[in-house]
């Protein structure tokens, strides 16, 4: 398996409100030793064969993102000083000077698991900002860019059929809003119910979401 990443997703910063932080992230990259030998391999240009430098993705945002939208992340985030941070009060979402750089490069790490995975080669992209909630036209959910649906439609306009499984706490809006109703995809979803944000989409020809009560044991999430 492949593991894709770049140090620069830790430099997408949040206001302390904000529960999507970089420790978030640094707490699983320390424990993986092979990751940090694996990127000091490529920093001195050695070959290494499990960890991959996660590359930008910013010409992939328009497979699923408004123009307009991007434009609006990226002068954003570009007016910020280095350690100044804005948020966004009705979504709670929040943008440093680099968020704007390290969302491309969490869709780049996407990309190139897709590209991997479809020539039959296990990936994992380990990234930040996360990707499911953000839609077409706006950011929710401590979410920039949906990195699952820019992959999955690389992949399509390449004539794959994708199947999404989301399984996180919450209901990945913002993939569900791309996949429904799209030729060539199928989203699955398995979350908590009465949750934000607060939706209980009915199935669709290619779309299935279960919601199950919280406290769920791992025996009964298995079945």
């Known amino acids: ?98 968020t704007y750089q390290a969302a491309c490069y969490a869709v780049g790490a996407a990309v190139q698991a897709a590209e991997l995975a479809k020539h039959g080669q296990k990936a994992f992209a380990l990234v930040r900002p996360p990707g499911h909630h953000a839609h077409a036209d706006h950011e929710s959910g401590f979410c920039v860019f949906n990195n699952m649906a820019i992959a999955a439609e690389y992949l399509r306009q390449r004539g794959e059929r994708v199947m999404i499984v989301d399984a996180d706490l919450h209901l990945g809006d913002g993939t569900l809003e791309y996949a429904e109703g799209r030729e060539g995809i199928f989203f699955f979803s398995i979350n908590q119910k009465d949750i934000w944000p607060g939706i209980v989409p009915p199935p669709t020809n290619n779309t299935q979401n279960i919601f199950l009560p919280e406290g769920t044991t791992d025996d009964v999430y298995i079945k």
């Open 1 to 98: 398996m492949k593991l894709i990443y770049h140090p620069l997703f830790l430099k997408h910063q949040v206001n302390g409100n904000c529960p999507e932080t970089p420790e978030r992230l640094s707490a699983a990259v320390e424990e993986i030793p092979f990751l940090q030998e694996g990127l000091e391999r490529l920093s001195n240009g050695e070959p290494e064969e499990i960890v991959v430098l996660a590359e930008n993705g910013e010409q992939y945002l328009k497979l699923f993102h408004d123009e307009r939208y991007i434009k609006q992340i990226k002068d954003i985030c570009h007016t910020l000083q280095n350690e100044e941070i804005a948020s966004v009060r009705e979504t709670e979402n929040c943008f440093s000077h680099d």
